[in-house]
């Protein structure tokens, strides 16, 4: 076991499957001379060599078109885009090529690849570079999405996306990368699909991914401190495939449902799960299900201004006090 | 008869730099008068509301895709555009699974799930046929990067029009290919319209493709795309510069389309007897000759050509007595499980 940062975690999870599997390859802009813009790829270039850690343009479109050719070839390539926001300039890799080759060819074709990506906000970048844009991936089938929240998970989790044999959209957040975490040493694999129960309580259910997990922990801290209300805090981990085993279980034991999103507010991935809540659990809920997410706004690049956009452990905690104590 | 008389359109003469040899040349045209026929049913069975959805054909511009795929070798990858019928039968995909296709039949190449605009033969080679204009560029420097990782000694090539060396993921691809001297051809066939406008009317440069060559180091070649025997040649150059590591080329080939750019567009915009001056420039005219004059005898032709429509029709009759696909398959291959479940 060790202490590592969310940012090392990155390198390590990439090493470790660069070392089991030759046919993974991992390239980006920045990333292999330079160990990237956020310094978590630091090392993979000296240690794999220029032919598997390679540098590329700025050209996001080949850089995914890139990795698209390889994967349905036989390699197992692993791409960064640096920020999510530039999913917007080679979207039709993730939209229309990705996702689609397979049901597209009847099967023939396969797309085993992953794309790391830095998302969210905290870095005061402004509107282009701070956006938490995984709902933009989850509307697509064909894809798997995953965002996690420690280290730890960063390693599993992106073990679980290389292994996979469909692409997988790999959400970093940028504000996590300096939070450390306990590893376990040697290989650490998880499983795509998992939510996970990070902190049991019996009166609501609060779901939160990336870095709204430890906003959302925090919040249930303040609240059983000071109002003896006991939230159960599930990370989401992954939007596609969806534990929505986990959820219900969850939404079924604590009978309130809170989602906390990053991501501004229209069609964010609450807005489905809490769709499904009130399908398939409606009878369970004690009061209605609710949303706290960013504004449906672009984001500001003054710090003042960004965190009054986005949840925080205060708001969150307020927002569930209120209902519970409706 | 003296033997000058006799001096082919692209300066090889009987017994004479005659690199190319009759087998070669009885492939080349067996696969254009192949195309010709099949595109030319897709679009009798489209009148007939048989072939559904959209068809782009590529009536006229048989000798690009029979010139590369005589090129190619087994294990060599094409990426193609949703103008891919040509090259999706140059690899030798059966004639009935692309019409299937086109039809929306079970028998189909994808059983219909694709249709065609995505005709994809992987066992043959084609990678794909993509219809975001320029998305394939990129993949195929993908594929391209696994072969020289892998040291797998296979070659890709990457067809588009004129209309794709507009779009960024042309620019990027290009580059992406020449920083990494990765083993793939380009081949713009340029039919001189980008969709329903000229392609000089929207275009910088005269020569849309290889005029952009030189931004990216590579050599600036434009050449016949009606002579299968001038685009093989330039197609087994590209080929063996590409296997011996030489890095990619980008081959510009002046062709023409005789249809529309697809089927719901009957090409008025042309100008008056173009169509017809290109038609004297038919591949399959041009070629008829070229065999003529290397000695090949008419019976051999003609026995090409029946052999050819036989085929189509029967296809075409196994096609019609097709079923549609199955319901089963509409959320099929959505992931690699097989289905398409995105939760438990």
């Known amino acids: 076991m060790a202490e590592l940062t969310y940012r090392d975690a990155v390198a390590r999870g990439i090493a470790q499957e660069m070392t089991r599997d030759p046919d993974v390859i991992f390239f980006g802009e920045d990333v292999a001379k330079a160990g990237g813009v956020f310094k978590t790829t630091v090392g993979l270039y000296e240690q794999f060599g220029e032919k598997r850690v390679r540098d590329c343009p700025i050209s996001e479109q080949a850089i995914l078109g890139a990795a698209m050719g390889a994967a349905m070839t036989g390699l197992k390539p692993i791409a960064e885009i640096m920020f999510s926001d530039f999913f917007a300039v080679c979207f039709d890799y993730i939209a229309n090529e990705f996702p689609k080759s397979r049901y597209m060819?009847?099967?023939?074709?396969?797309?085993?690849?992953?794309?790391?990506?830095?998302?969210?906000?905290?870095?005061?970048?402004?509107?282009?570079?701070?956006?938490?844009?995984?709902n933009w991936a989850m509307m697509i089938p064909g894809l798997k999405v995953v965002a996690p929240s420690t280290p730890r998970d960063v390693i599993g989790l992106l073990a679980a996306a290389v292994r996979d044999p469909d692409p997988v959209i790999f959400f970093e957040h940028k504000s996590l990368y300096p939070t450390k975490g306990d590893v376990p040493d040697g290989e650490i694999v998880d499983s795509l699909g998992t939510a996970r129960i990070v902190r049991p309580g019996k009166d609501a259910t609060i779901l939160a991914l990336a870095l709204m997990v430890p906003r959302a922990l925090e919040?249930?801290?303040?609240?059983?401190?000071?109002?003896?209300?006991?939230?159960?805090?599930?990370?989401?981990?992954?939007?596609?495939?969806?534990?929505?085993?986990?959820?219900?279980?969850?939404?079924?034991?604590?009978?309130?449902?809170?989602?906390?999103?990053?991501?501004?507010?229209?069609?964010?991935?609450?807005?489905?799960?809490?769709?499904?809540?009130?399908?398939?659990?409606?009878?369970?809920?004690?009061?209605?299900p609710v949303r706290i997410t960013t504004p449906h706004i672009p984001l500001p690049a003054a710090d003042i201004l960004e965190d009054m956009a986005l949840p925080t452990a205060e708001r969150i905690a307020e927002r569930v006090r209120r209902s519970l104590q409706a | 008869?003296?033997?000058?008389?006799?001096?082919?359109?692209?300066?090889?003469?009987?017994?004479?730099?005659?690199?190319?040899?009759?087998?070669?040349?009885?492939?080349?045209?067996?696969?254009?008068?192949?195309?010709?026929?099949?595109?030319?049913?897709?679009?009798?069975?489209?009148?007939?509301?048989?072939?559904?959805?959209?068809?782009?054909?590529?009536?006229?511009?048989?000798?690009?895709?029979?010139?590369?795929?005589?090129?190619?070798?087994?294990?060599?990858?094409?990426?193609?555009?949703?103008?891919?019928?040509?090259?999706?039968?140059?690899?030798?995909?059966?004639?009935?699974?692309?019409?299937?296709?086109?039809?929306?039949?079970?028998?189909?190449?994808?059983?219909?799930?694709?249709?065609?605009?995505?005709?994809?033969?992987?066992?043959?080679?084609?990678?794909?046929?993509?219809?975001?204009?320029?998305?394939?560029?990129?993949?195929?420097?993908?594929?391209?990067?696994?072969?020289?990782?892998?040291?797998?000694?296979?070659?890709?090539?990457?067809?588009?029009?004129?209309?794709?060396?507009?779009?960024?993921?042309?620019?990027?691809?290009?580059?992406f290919a020449a920083v990494w001297k990765l083993p793939v051809i380009f081949v713009c066939e340029n039919n001189l319209y980008m969709e329903y406008t000229p392609i000089?009317?929207?275009?910088?440069?005269?020569?849309?493709?290889?005029?952009?060559?030189?931004?990216?180091?590579?050599?600036?070649?434009?050449?016949?795309?009606?002579?299968?025997?001038?685009?093989?040649?330039?197609?087994?150059?590209?080929?063996?510069?590409?296997?011996?590591?030489?890095?990619?080329?980008?081959?510009e080939c002046i062709t023409y389309r005789f249809s529309g750019h697809s089927r719901a567009d009957p090409a008025k915009y042309r100008p008056e007897g173009e169509l017809e001056k290109w038609k004297e420039r038919d591949p399959l005219k041009i070629y008829r000759e070229r065999l003529r004059q290397f000695g090949v005898g008419e019976e051999v032709i003609s026995d090409i050509d029946a052999d050819v429509r036989r085929r189509v029709d029967e296809a075409t009759e196994k096609c019609k007595a097709a079923p549609p696909p199955p319901a089963e398959i509409l959320a099929s291959d959505v992931y690699a499980d097989g289905g398409f479940a995105w939760r438990n």
């Open chain 1, 105 to 134: 060819s009847n099967g023939q074709l396969k797309c085993p690849l992953v794309v790391r990506t830095a998302n969210g906000a905290g870095s005061r970048f402004g509107a282009q570079h701070s956006q938490s844009v995984e």
């Open chain 1, 219 to 288: 919040a249930a801290e303040r609240l059983s401190a000071a109002h003896g209300i006991d939230c159960e805090v599930v990370d989401v981990r992954s939007l596609v495939p969806l534990d929505t085993k986990t959820i219900l279980g969850s939404v079924a034991r604590t009978h309130r449902l809170f989602t906390v999103e990053e991501n501004p507010r229209l069609c964010g991935w609450g807005a489905e799960i809490v769709s499904i809540v009130a399908d398939e659990a409606f009878y369970e809920l004690d009061g209605p």
């Open chain 2, 1 to 175: 008869m003296a033997k000058q008389a006799v001096r082919a359109t692209d300066g090889s003469r009987p017994g004479i730099n005659d690199d190319i040899g009759e087998e070669k040349r009885l492939t080349m045209y067996r696969l254009q008068v192949e195309i010709r026929e099949s595109e030319q049913r897709a679009f009798d069975l489209f009148l007939q509301n048989l072939v559904k959805g959209t068809s782009h054909l590529s009536l006229g511009q048989e000798a690009v895709a029979a010139g590369f795929a005589a090129a190619m070798k087994p294990g060599d990858l094409s990426f193609c555009t949703y103008r891919g019928h040509a090259h999706t039968l140059a690899r030798g995909v059966p004639i009935e699974k692309v019409l299937g296709e086109l039809m929306q039949r079970d028998n189909g190449l994808m059983r219909g799930k694709g249709g065609s605009m995505h005709l994809t033969s992987v066992e043959h080679g084609v990678m794909g046929s993509y219809a975001i204009i320029g998305a394939h560029l990129p993949i195929a420097c993908g594929a391209a990067l696994r072969a020289q990782y892998r040291g797998d000694g296979d070659v890709t090539v990457c067809f588009f029009g004129d209309g794709t060396t507009n779009i960024g993921a042309f620019h990027e691809a290009l580059n």
């Open chain 2, 200 to 251: 000089g009317d929207v275009t910088a440069v005269k020569h849309p493709a290889a005029d952009r060559a030189s931004a990216y180091g590579l050599e600036h070649i434009v050449i016949d795309g009606n002579d299968a025997d001038v685009v093989y040649r330039a197609a087994r150059s590209a080929y063996e510069k590409a296997r011996a590591g030489g890095g990619p080329s980008l081959i």
